[in-house]
């Protein structure tokens, strides 16, 4: 599995993929273009033998303390593999490194597989949006994860410092 920056170049074969992955209300070419070309995102391809493969992105200012998961897909012979929960981390960590602290997305209530995957990773429902995803009158299931972060990042700097505690 090689994940990677993805890059202007890489444009033409993810819409191929977004085109296949969601038929009925795939991005457009414009719309992923300027996703990929902005800096307050981070898109990464999978690339199998030389062919991208699948995608994702997550929406993570920096110093925001909030991201958004804005799309993952793969071609539909290398799902199940893995390789979404590895994306799917590669980008929480991405959102990690950006300052945020809590991580949101939606998905098609009629993707039982994707909801799956992001429950079995820590994310919790939190509400519903009724016929999000048009031409088709499908609900989106809105979900949360906090995100975990390393011991420092938790420190209370008014807290007294344990080393002196133990030496008063």
Known sequence: MTLREATPDDLE?????EHRSFPTDAWSS?????????????????????????YGGVRA???SLDADI????FDVEHRGA?????L?????????????????????????????????????EIGRRPRYYQPDDIDA????LALQHPRSDHRDESAPDA???ATA
């Open 88 to 124: 799917l981390r590669a980008l929480l960590e991405a959102a990690v490194e950006r300052g945020a602290r809590e991580v949101f997305l939606e998905v098609r209530a009629d993707n039982p597989s994707a909801e799956g995957l992001y429950r079995s990773e820590g994310f919790e």
């Open 13 to 17: 074969a993810i819409m191929a993929i």
């Open 82 to 86: 893995g390789r979404g929960r590895a």
């Open 70 to 73: 804005q799309t993952i897909a």
């Open 163 to 165: 080393a002196k505690e």
């Open 61 to 63: 200012l920096q110093g």
């Open 30 to 54: 414009e719309a992923m273009a300027l996703e990929l070309a902005s800096p307050h995102g981070r898109y990464l391809v999978d690339e199998h033998e030389g062919s991208i493969i699948g």
């Open 141 to 144: 299931v809105v979900m949360r």
